[in-house]
Nanobody, 126 residues
Framework: QVQLVESGGGLVEVGYSLRLSCVAS????????VAWFRQGLGKEREFVSA????????SYADSVKGRFAISKDAAKLTIYLQMHSLEPSDTAIYYC???????????????????WGQGTQVTVSL
């Protein structure tokens, strides 16, 4: 079973950058879609970005397109989310998730993911 550990969250000012990491502690991501979701206080969990481990095909939510970039480091079994031009609306707990490539449904649907990390807090101050 894939186990995921997120890190890299923190408190930053508007316009600054953060880089989140999602590490597979024991198992490879091969054959998986890996995604970032986020959930702000009082809000529903929402899709941020996804990458297919093997092909590196990526997807982004409209709200982060052009500001965030998802990437992988195969040697480190790590997925990154580079976040630029952060806004207060980006404040949330960010979760890494994974699902098998054969999963039914688009990558934006949280309920299709079977593996989740513990989350890392991102706070963007005014």
């Amino acid at each position: 079973q894939v186990q995921l550990v997120e890190s890299g969250g923190g408190l930053v000012e508007v316009g600054y950058s953060l880089r989140l990491s999602c590490v597979a502690s024991e198992y490879a991501f091969s054959g998986y879609d890996v995604a970032w979701f986020r959930q702000g206080l009082g809000k529903e969990r929402e899709f941020v970005s996804a990458i297919h481990w093997t092909t590196s095909t990526t997807s982004y939510a409209d709200s982060v397109k052009g500001r965030f970039a998802i990437s992988k480091d195969a040697a480190k079994l790590t997925i990154y989310l580079q976040m630029h031009s952060l806004e207060p609306s980006d404040t949330a707990i960010y979760y890494c998730a994974a699902r098998q490539f054969s999963s039914i449904g688009t990558v934006q649907i949280a309920s299709t993911y079977t593996h989740w990390g513990q989350g890392t807090q991102v706070t963007v101050s005014l």
